[in-house]
């Protein structure tokens, strides 16, 4: 298979590592190879983090070629918007509506429609937020929703099976619950 | 359970809890460290498994040092007195730890001593410079071995140890911010566990002494070492090895580190299947392994991160060959090293492919990263900002206050390294006050950065005469390496009881929610003729 290359972006405390471990316990599981690449430190502290995912076999760098991607993941649209230089033009954008505003800039939220119009492979915008806090009264689960959308959608080579064992055997017990049901959640959509 | 205490055969690993996993199958006894960011989970992991079960609470101790130098000392002492160490840091607290790093490889070490360092080109989690630690391998005789991945970082920790025993000299693990912070599946050995039996041996006075003009013979038997170590094991260990050996062409690459794994992508990308000589011996480099390559190609191309050490050592040793070799004409010296960078390197020797990249919005805002809701920081600079007169000068330190420098605060017009925020301005604060300007001075500085290397500037500032105000910033926890515990929390050391012992007589402890306190003694203190110290202290929300 060629190896498949997932960014996820969003902002500092979204959640983007847990995300990246459960997506490497489900690779693990369906016996392929993975390598992925993260920031700590400063970056966690609300600012702009792209976590780089490889999904397949030998996979060398756990850092994606500019123009390689086949999904991005964006958990916020200007830090999706942000990921633009590893896109090409079959990456598929995956993209949380919610907007996080940059502190002392006002939101033109036209400008960012519009930028997100110019994208020339498939867009799929997703009021995550809005649907984690309606029916799990967490917006915190976003990102699982997300991924649960990306896998249900085979938008990533993962079976929902394995996501749900990584998810169990990666997330602390007593979140094991809500975060499953963020990923059924996210069958209809 | 952590992931790294796994009974499984195969698990995923973070590249620093790789440096664990393979310390705790080496059967390491005592580990020691100071945060620091990309080192900052090799510590954080031992810290949350040390008590994970009866094996490690017996047989396995950890401690946070109050800096690089304290716990390399501590690691330094267990082993002397027996027990198999490790000791792990970012690259600039090799700097801090270097005036006691040095003696260690002369005396060496009666048991295995890993030192894992990370390294940061890019400089994702470092200010102050985009440090090449490798360079502390010629300065300190120190064998140094570079891993590419996590896995490699397990078997090379385990390799290490056996090098350290096998020559009684500590080995040096040295990684980089893509392969601490790098996750890969990663096959598991058992754990080993060794009863902790210390006794310092006194049957050998010289052993641990440099004193000259026993520290000459000391060097000479370093020196003797390390070609022993260059001969019997850089030259025949399978941690340098030859990829694609078999393509013929008459250009090869040698690569060291993360960098290998691009090159390899690199040629995936471009349909190319040029041998490279993975090397993961750094120092001593293996000489003779190197003249083989020499020997079969007509052009190298040496590709590494940051300063051009092992291209200028092949240079040398290819002075016998016909060989031409390339390197830091096509790819950077500053900045991280990435497949695209190998990519357009190559494009000069062979057919060029282009990236098909879309185009960036250029006028997406930028986010920096900030303080978090509810930080003490947010009350303590908003305070200062409004009564600090315009010209002040504010010296920033290593925390989480250094992110002051970015709007809306602008609070920052220097930053070196640990401590400094005072040393640097007691300096500026005497030239001013020798010169009748009346230009303040105020520096910040955190509780555990206090600890580390604010003290002896302190110091200075009560023996030397200097009148600058600094700002404690007592949040209770080292908060921006990942919330590690500082010393003294509810118990001795404490912060005032230091400050006041060292003569400082203005001193206050405040909670910067109180703005109108906290105003008036800034105003108050920026007027003293000695130096002056407030304490403003509330917990960050993630202290326990």
């Not at chain 2, 050996?245 to 060291?256: H, L, N």
Request: proline share 5%.
């Amino acid at each position: 298979m060629n190896n498949f290359n997932l960014i996820i972006s969003g902002v500092g405390g979204q959640g983007t590592i847990t995300l990246l471990k459960v997506i490497g316990r489900a690779a693990l599981l369906q016996g392929l190879d993975f390598k992925s690449s993260e920031l700590h430190g400063l970056s966690q502290r609300g600012g702009s983090v792209k976590t780089h995912i490889r999904i397949g076999e030998n996979i060398s760098s756990p850092l994606i070629i500019p123009g390689e991607t086949d999904l991005i993941i964006g958990l916020e649209p200007q830090e999706a918007l942000r990921t633009k230089s590893f896109a090409g033009k079959k990456t598929v954008f995956l993209i949380n509506e919610k907007v996080i505003p940059v502190q002392g800039k006002e939101v033109d939220k036209s400008e960012i429609e519009k930028w997100i119009k110019k994208i020339p492979g498939e867009v799929k915008l997703i009021n995550a937020f809005s649907i984690t806090q309606e029916k799990l009264k967490n917006s915190l689960y976003s990102g699982i929703f997300l991924l649960g959308y990306a896998v249900h959608n085979k938008l990533i080579p993962l079976s929902i099976d394995s996501v749900k064992k990584a998810l169990e055997e990666t997330i602390k017990p007593d979140y094991i619950e809500e975060n499953l049901k963020a990923l059924d959640l996210a069958k209809g959509f | 359970m952590h992931e790294v205490l796994d009974n499984k055969k195969k698990t995923i690993l973070l590249g620093n809890d790789a440096v664990v996993r393979g310390a705790l199958e080496s059967g390491v006894q005592f580990a020691a460290t100071y945060p620091g960011t990309p080192a900052s989970e090799i510590g954080d992991t031992f810290y949350l498994i040390r008590n994970a079960n009866k094996e490690l609470k017996e047989n396995f101790h950890f401690e946070y040092g109050t800096n690089e130098k304290v716990a390399l000392e501590s690691a330094i002492g267990a082993n002397f007195s027996g027990l198999k160490t490790m000791m792990s840091m970012k690259h600039f607290g090799v700097n801090v730890a270097a005036d006691s790093l040095l003696p260690l490889f002369y005396t060496g070490v009666p048991n295995g001593m890993v030192l894992a360092i990370s390294d940061d080109p890019g400089c994702f989690s470092s200010a102050q410079s985009e440090q090449n630690s490798r360079a502390y391998a010629y300065m300190a005789h120190a064998p140094m071995i570079e891993p590419a991945d996590p896995q490699e970082t397990k078997d090379y920790v385990k390799y290490a140890y056996q090098i350290s025993e096998k020559y009684n000299i500590p080995v040096i693990v040295r990684l980089t911010t893509r392969v601490s912070h790098q996750r890969m599946p990663v096959d598991l050995d058992d754990l080993k566990f060794n009863k902790i039996e210390a006794d310092f041996p006194k049957d050998k006075p010289d052993q641990f002494s440099t004193m000259p003009p026993y520290t000459i013979s000391q060097h000479k038997e370093l020196l003797e070492k390390i070609d022993k170590i260059r001969e019997q094991e850089a030259e025949v260990s399978e941690i340098n090895k030859m990829h694609n050996e078999d393509a013929g062409d008459d250009m090869a690459i040698i690569a060291s580190g993360v960098s290998f794994h691009h090159v390899m992508e690199a040629q995936k990308f471009m349909g190319l299947n040029i041998p490279v000589l993975k090397l993961g011996w750094f120092y001593p480099l293996p000489e003779k392994k190197i003249k083989e390559v020499l020997s079969k190609f007509k052009k190298i191309l040496v590709v590494e991160e940051l300063e051009d050490y092992v291209e200028k050592e092949v240079k040398i040793l290819a002075k016998d060959y016909d060989v031409e070799i390339l390197g830091k004409e096509y790819l950077p010296t500053a900045g991280e090293i990435r497949p695209e960078n190998v990519i357009e390197a190559l494009g000069s020797f062979y057919p060029p492919k282009k990236l098909e990249v879309l185009e960036e919005e250029k006028e997406l805002a930028k986010r920096f990263p900030g303080f978090c809701p509810g930080c003490p920081y947010w009350f303590l600079f908003n305070t200062v900002k409004q009564v600090a007169p315009k010209n002040t000068v504010f010296g920033g330190d290593i925390g989480c206050y250094m992110m002051a420098y970015f709007p809306p605060f602008k609070l920052q017009d220097y930053l070196f390294s640990m401590g400094s925020g005072i040393g640097i301005g007691h300096g500026v604060k005497k030239s001013l006050n020798l010169s009748g300007n009346n230009q303040k001075v105020i520096a910040f500085i955190g509780d555990s950065t206090f600890f580390h290397a604010g003290i002896p500037a302190l110091v200075n500032c009560v023996e030397n005469k200097s009148n600058p105000l600094i700002i404690i910033m007592d949040n209770s926890i080292t908060a921006m390496t990942g919330h590690q515990p500082r010393p003294g929390i509810d118990k001795e050391p404490n912060i005032e009881k230091i400050v006041s012992g060292i003569g400082v007589k203005n001193l206050k402890v405040i909670d910067p929610i109180n703005q109108e306190e906290l105003k008036e003694t800034i105003k108050d203190f920026l007027n003293k003729e000695e130096v002056s110290v407030i304490i403003s202290r509330r917990c960050c929300k993630f202290a326990k």
